[in-house]
């Protein structure tokens, strides 16, 4: 194993801080800060689905959380890294599924487009920090 090139430093805490801002919004919404709900009627929310089934609120746990412990992997140097962003991707897009799928007012209309860009560009992110970590491990520079 030989070391870490230059931009895994760059590309962990950048993955660590994008986790982190996940976490504040899944623990915001939970909490009644708001999130990326912020700003949107209590109507609005119960109409696009806040009472979610389950399967849908443990797949965005599964989507966060994942997401943090991915980056910390990757900080570590760890060839699970990869894993762990495969399965918080996993979660990213059963959370987006229930939601496409269950809700009753469409995303656009409910969070504007910022805010869907926002849940848009999650998945992304998310996808590329799998091929990265997934990357970086077949190049032998994670154990």
Do not use: E, N
């Not at 996993?90 to 229930?98: N, R």
């Amino acid at each position: 194993m030989g070391h870490a090139p230059w931009h895994m430093w760059l590309v962990a805490p950048v993955a660590l801080g994008f986790g982190g801002a996940r976490a504040w919004d899944y623990l915001s919404t939970h909490g009644g800060g708001g999130g990326i709900l912020t700003g949107v009627t209590y109507v609005q929310i119960v109409s696009a689905g806040q009472g979610l089934p389950g399967w849908v609120a443990a797949a965005w746990a599964v989507g966060v959380w994942l997401g943090v412990i991915g980056a910390l992997l990757l900080l570590l140097k760890s060839r699970f890294a990869s894993t762990a962003f495969a399965l918080s991707l996993t979660g990213t897009f059963v959370t987006a599924l229930g939601c496409a799928v269950l809700t009753v007012v469409p995303m656009a209309q409910l969070f504007g487009s910022g805010r869907l860009l926002i849940t848009l560009g999650i998945p992304i992110v998310t996808f590329l920090l799998w091929r990265y970590a997934r990357r970086m491990t077949r190049a032998g520079h994670l154990r």
